[in-house]
């Protein structure tokens, strides 16, 4: 187990941070991938300790409980039986609230990027157990990074919160 650690350090640790496409070539023609978002400049490392934490995994695993227990998921932190969000904290992650449909939203640190706003867990009870998707609206490079998240830019307005 902790050699499987330090190799997905030294992993995250030399994957650079993704970049956009340029939006026009050296000749100034307009490139044909200028619509992909800009990256957002981020520590990869430090958002993949955040998405993999304990506290992370502790939060889903309540939410997955009541859902199983009750068939129904909690709308807030109170009803999940976690603390409130401001109190769900890590080097990395700033808060984790828990939304109506039982979906977490994982606020980051300054560790991870200035520049982001949240990541999406969204949860799906079937056969007995809970699965989970993760989403982002703000990070263009997340499945580069955490490959069982996706990217899904908000059509029409601006950053999500």
Not at 63 to 91: C, F, H, R, W
């Amino acid at each position: 187990m902790r050699i499987q650690s330090i190799v997905l350090l030294a992993v995250f640790t030399a994957t650079p941070v993704l970049a956009a496409t340029p939006a026009a070539t050296a000749l100034g023609r307009a490139n044909s991938e200028s619509s992909i978002p800009a990256a957002v400049p981020l520590n990869a490392q430090a958002l993949h300790i955040a998405l993999s934490s304990l506290l992370l995994s502790a939060t889903k695993m309540a939410v997955a409980n009541i859902m199983n227990k009750t068939g129904k998921a909690p709308a807030s932190n109170t009803e999940a039986q976690v603390g409130q969000p401001d109190y769900l904290t890590t080097n990395e992650i700033s808060s984790i609230t828990v939304k109506p449909g039982g979906v977490l939203v994982v606020h980051f640190t300054g560790a991870v990027s200035d520049n982001l706003y949240a990541v999406r867990l969204v949860p799906k009870l079937g056969l007995g157990a809970v699965t989970w998707q993760c989403l982002s609206h703000d990070i263009p490079q997340i499945q580069a990074i955490e490959s069982y998240c996706k990217y899904v830019p908000l059509k029409g307005s601006g950053q999500a919160h």
